[in-house]
Nanobody, 122 residues
């Protein structure tokens, strides 16, 4: 059983910062890539950022220069540092990971976390 657990969401003022974390647990052989998506009310889920096990990153244009994704491979954890938050950033942020698990046999999974709410308001 593989699980992604997110933390770090909350309320922040415009221009403020938040750091999201997502830890994967279970019978994990490898994880590639890891990433963050978000879904605002009434909108479809969209890519925020992804990172490979080798550290290659990809960002949505809307967050470039403001958000930074990173990962700790030893801890199976991905982070999203969000700076200069704007009124258009509020959403439920979801962690995603391409996981290969091993529990006697290899199984590939597209795993999602439960989501963490980010609110930007003065």
């Amino acid at each position: 059983q593989v699980q992604l657990v997110e933390s770090g969401g909350g309320l922040v003022q415009p221009g403020g910062s938040l750091r999201l974390s997502c830890a994967a647990s279970g019978s994990i052989f490898s994880i590639n890539p890891m990433g963050w998506y978000r879904q605002a009310s009434g909108n479809e889920r969209e890519l925020v950022a992804t990172i490979t096990s080798g550290g290659r990153t990809n960002y949505a244009d809307s967050v470039k220069g403001r958000f930074t994704i990173s990962r700790d491979n030893a801890k199976n954890t991905v982070y999203l540092q969000m700076n200069s938050l704007k009124p258009e950033d509020p959403a439920v942020y979801y962690c995603n990971a391409g996981i290969t698990s091993y529990d006697g046999r290899y199984v590939s999974l597209d795993a999602w976390g439960q989501g963490t709410l980010v609110t930007v308001s003065s």
